[in-house]
């Protein structure tokens, strides 16, 4: 009678999860740089930047207060500072730096302009706005993005977490 370690063994033989250097990173086809706007907990500027760096983003910006303790951020993070790191910025900075002939403007925000992220195909690179956890994105940055993106929802809440609607349509941008 075969018992059910030795299944599991041979199981376990033939599966192998894969290692960091054994994992294939997949080619870009397109740029983003991420723009946080006021995001006021340290712990969803961890998770933004952990999924930036999975997700290939280029560059990360904040904008308005931004003093997030270096210790906590590193930890929530899983030490992605090492790969990409925050840099404050103003809006007219990145006007200058990330013209539209070259990137897309997108806010990620639910407005009456507003699409499905999963309509959006990217035919240039993305300079990607994201929002306060309760405010949003200021209404004067709004009205510079060239496009409005949400995320669909089917339940009874009006909104995701910021880092993980961020993470979301950073995977959605790959698609």
Same mark, same amino acid.
């Given at each position: 009678?075969?018992?059910?370690? *030795?299944?599991?063994?041979?199981?376990?033989?033939?599966?192998? *999860?894969?290692?960091?250097?054994?994992?294939? +990173?997949?080619?870009?086809?397109?740029?983003? +740089?991420?723009?946080?706007?006021?995001?006021?907990?340290? *712990?969803?500027?961890?998770?933004?930047?952990?999924?930036?760096?999975?997700?290939?983003?280029?560059?990360?910006?904040?904008?308005?207060?931004?003093?997030?303790?270096?210790?906590?951020?590193?930890?929530?993070?899983?030490?992605?500072?090492?790969?990409?790191?925050?840099?404050?910025?103003?809006?007219?900075?990145?006007?200058?730096?990330?013209?539209?002939?070259?990137?897309?403007?997108?806010?990620?925000?639910?407005?009456?302009?507003?699409?499905? +992220?999963?309509?959006?195909?990217?035919?240039?690179? +993305?300079?990607?706005?994201?929002?306060?956890?309760?405010?949003?994105?200021?209404?004067?940055?709004?009205?510079?993005?060239?496009?409005?993106?949400?995320?669909?929802?089917?339940?009874?809440?009006?909104?995701?977490?910021?880092?993980?609607?961020?993470?979301?349509?950073?995977? *959605?941008?790959?698609?």
């Amino acid at each position: 009678m075969i018992r059910f370690s *030795q299944i599991y063994t041979k199981i376990e033989e033939m599966l192998h *999860q894969l290692n960091h250097e054994e994992i294939r +990173i997949k080619e870009k086809e397109f740029e983003i +740089i991420l723009v946080l706007c006021n995001i006021e907990k340290t *712990q969803n500027v961890g998770m933004i930047l952990r999924s930036a760096v999975i997700s290939g983003v280029a560059e990360v910006y904040t904008m308005g207060e931004s003093n997030y303790p270096t210790h906590k951020l590193k930890k929530i993070s899983r030490n992605a500072e090492n790969f990409l790191s925050l840099k404050k910025n103003s809006i007219e900075s990145l006007e200058e730096n990330f013209p539209r002939e070259k990137f897309t403007w997108a806010a990620l925000e639910y407005t009456d302009e507003s699409s499905a +992220i999963e309509n959006f195909k990217a035919l240039k690179n +993305i300079l990607l706005f994201v929002g306060n956890e309760k405010r949003g994105i200021p209404e004067e940055i709004l009205n510079k993005t060239d496009v409005h993106l949400h995320l669909e929802m089917y339940g009874n809440i009006s909104s995701y977490n910021v880092a993980v609607a961020t993470s979301i349509a950073l995977y *959605q941008l790959r698609l």
